[in-house]
């Protein structure tokens, strides 16, 4: 699939979201005696396995099945359980029906191997048709054919708790130097300015650095064209991206490649570190009780001439070619479009993802009407590592990257292996 370059105004009225924690599996199975199934229960496999998010999607199957449409078997599966097993769940001689997963690059890749079912019934419905243009794009395969239904989308930013902010005395850096005096002022405190959560099973975490830092150096059609292998990870323009990393290196939570991103958000939320970049996703497994105290503030800019550019990555689903129940899955997916469905979600969550319906309600909290505003002023909008590259890609930037941080001094034998692990995913 071609990287399109949307700005901010073709990108906007859908991006999309939902999560990515760890956490329990179970099954929940929503139904009625309306609709025959032919095949069984249609299985919708998730990873949205953090407490809310999970809650919210079994409310979401709940409402499904008082219309009396059809059955419908909810399978929440820990988000790392699943990213690893998804080739093997859309090739098994039984695969499960609807995922939770990833429009674009990510999605294209599993459709060129014939693995999605064409959605383009779905897209022509009613209920879709007033989506935007730029997830139109977002959502069709290299072959033109629609493969994914975006609902949500969120923004990453740097997350930090306002009464931590206020009892410290400090205040959200405008720039990269007043970043950096904020993490001195906060290390001289004894506090841990940084944490970053890329250990264990979330060391994709540490990828959000490298975005962030890629698209603030040297912008988001350079990173774009890196992802896609038209540049290479041991060009002098990456290396700039690792200068600027080292710079704020030793603000790091010293045990940031050793715990994941759950425990580094519970520290975050806990005073033991001040910030963390990081997806509004982590906030689906946060107390309730805090949710009004966390606040974020922009990755800042480094290179002012630099177009602004933001991560905000679309969720959604996408379903297996190999489904048995084709009719049974489009009429879920209908639904899993709507607006009645998508605040449906965000009102059993955490809400702090937005609606991709042009007529869907978001949660409407001073953080989501700031996030939202944080994303209307980018002037253009990149995914993830991954979901601009590849899920094959991402362990390649995992090693790389987690090395760099345990090893900063050997970056340049790090970039060498990273470009020929890359030029092996890409070739293959």
């Known amino acids: 699939m071609t990287h399109h370059q949307p700005s901010r105004r073709r990108f906007l009225a859908g991006l999309g979201a939902a999560g990515t924690a760890a956490l329990l599996s179970g099954c929940v199975t929503s ?12 299985t919708l496999q998730s990873n949205l396995s953090a407490p809310q998010a999970k809650a919210a999607m079994e409310d979401l199957v709940a409402a499904y099945g008082e219309k009396g449409a059809g059955e419908v078997r909810l399978n929440t599966v820990a988000a790392e359980t699943f990213r690893t097993q998804l080739p093997t769940y859309l090739t098994s001689a039984n695969p499960p029906d609807v995922y939770t997963w990833y429009p674009g690059s990510v999605a294209d890749a599993y459709a060129r191997k014939d693995l999605l079912l064409d959605l383009g019934e779905v897209w022509s419905s009613p209920e879709l048709r007033g989506y935007s243009k730029a997830l139109n794009t977002l959502c069709t395969a290299g072959s033109g054919r629609k493969v994914f239904v975006p609902t949500t989308y969120y923004w990453w930013g740097m997350f930090y708790r306002k009464s931590n902010f206020a009892k410290w005395g400090v205040s959200e850096p405008k720039s990269w130097d007043e970043f950096l005096d904020l993490c001195d002022t906060l290390k001289s405190k004894g506090i841990t300015p940084i944490g970053l959560g890329a250990g264990g099973n979330t060391a994709w975490v540490a990828s959000a650095w490298f975005d962030y830092l890629n698209i603030r150096v040297n912008g988001a059609t350079y990173h774009r064209d890196l992802l896609a292998g038209r540049h290479r990870f041991d060009d002098p323009e990456v290396r700039r ?12 939570d010293p045990d940031g490649t050793a715990v994941a ?13 001040a910030m963390m970049l ?5 906030a689906d497994a946060a107390p309730k009780d805090a949710l009004d105290d966390i606040d974020f503030f922009r990755f800042p800019v480094i290179d002012p001439k630099v177009p602004l550019a933001e991560e905000a990555p ?12 084709r009719d049974e899955v489009i ?19 955490s809400g702090t993802v937005l609606p991709c319906h042009p007529d869907a309600k978001d949660a409407g909290t001073p953080l989501v009407l700031k996030g939202r505003k944080h994303i209307e002023e980018a002037a253009e909008i990149t995914q993830f590592f991954n979901r601009d590259s590849s899920d094959a890609l991402q362990p390649t930037a995992d090693n790389a990257l987690t090395r760099f941080i345990a090893e900063p001094k050997t970056i340049s034998s790090i970039l060498t292996t990273w470009q020929r692990d890359a030029e092996k995913i890409w070739n293959a």
Request: no cysteine; charged share 20%; aromatic share 16%.
């Open 278 to 282: 990081i997806g509004t996703f982590f």
């Open 241 to 252: 991206v690792f200068d600027r990393w080292r710079e704020v290196l030793p603000y790091f």
């Open 261 to 273: 991103f759950q425990d580094a958000s519970t520290s975050m939320l806990n005073g033991r570190s």
């Open 31 to 42: 139904g009625s005696s309306g609709k025959s199934s032919s095949g069984g229960a249609v």
């Open 331 to 349: 009429d879920l997916m209908r639904f899993l479009g709507t607006a009645e469905a998508q605040e449906i979600y965000i009102k059993g969550s």
């Open 314 to 325: 679309t969720d959604g689903y996408f379903a297996g070619a190999r489904t048995g129940r």
